[in-house]
């Protein structure tokens, strides 16, 4: 008799679990399925880490966007209330002698204040033309005084609303102009606008206001103006 071939038998290990969570190799039946393959964990990643990836740039870009609309908003925010429109709101200053002669400076210091409001050439005119009779009065006024020729000038010029108020303060020197404005605003009421040349800057001004205290006067001069 002939030797039989032995068959070939496969055998699949699989892992048997033990009470304490341990499991140990055991060899499968022929032709029986492994229920429970082994997983690789890195299987998946590279399109896990894609996915991610995607995600978190989207996200980042929309954080962008809102940080940047954000910072467009405050400044907006900050620009028209505390700064340009401080500026607008604000008193600007000239201070000078109460001479023929410092009229170019002063004339200058109104064109830039109406170039930076906008103005329009008439506007500026007019309001160029209102404050040089305002500042010729008071040089008349002090024509024939001893001391007049002490008297130091401070113009301020601020906006309000579609108008430009002016006050022109003339004092003995050494006098501190700020109290001393708010002292006559307080406490004197305006004089009457018997003076020529007071009456003519009305051509000019829509509204004149004119207050002296001993030797300070303050005159208040509002022109309107277009763009």
């Known amino acids: 008799m002939g030797r039989i071939a032995p068959l070939p038998i496969n055998f699949t290990l699989i892992r ?4 304490d969570g341990r499991s140990t190799p055991v060899a499968a039946p022929p032709g029986s399925r492994n229920e429970n393959p082994p997983i690789n964990p ?9 996915q991610e990836a995607g995600s978190g740039g989207v996200n980042l870009l929309w954080l ?21 429109g401080r500026w607008k709101s604000s008193r600007q200053n000239i201070d000078m002698e109460l ?16 170039g930076k409001m906008k103005w329009s050439d008439d506007s500026t005119e007019r309001l160029c033309s209102a404050a040089e009779e305002a500042f010729m009065s008071l040089v008349r006024q002090d024509e024939g005084v001893a001391d007049a020729a002490n008297r130091q000038l401070r113009v301020a010029i601020r906006r309000d609303g579609d108008a430009a108020e002016m006050e022109f303060i003339a004092a003995p020197q050494g006098t501190n102009l700020e109290d001393q404005m708010g002292m006559i605003r307080d406490r004197d009421t305006p004089v ?14 829509s509204s004149v206001s004119h207050r002296q205290y001993h030797a300070i006067d303050l005159l208040t001069v509002r022109v309107k103006g277009s763009r």
């Open 16 to 19: 048997a679990p033990h009470a």
């Open 64 to 84: 962008a966007i809102g940080i940047g609309a954000v910072v467009v908003l405050l400044y907006v925010i900050v620009t028209v209330f505390f700064g340009w």
């Open 42 to 50: 890195f299987e998946n990643s590279g399109h896990l880490l894609a």
């Open 99 to 114: 001479d023929v002669g410092v009229r170019p400076r002063l004339d200058a210091f109104l064109r830039e204040f109406a």
């Open 192 to 205: 009457s606008g018997r003076d020529l040349s007071l009456r003519l800057l009305r051509h000019y001004a």
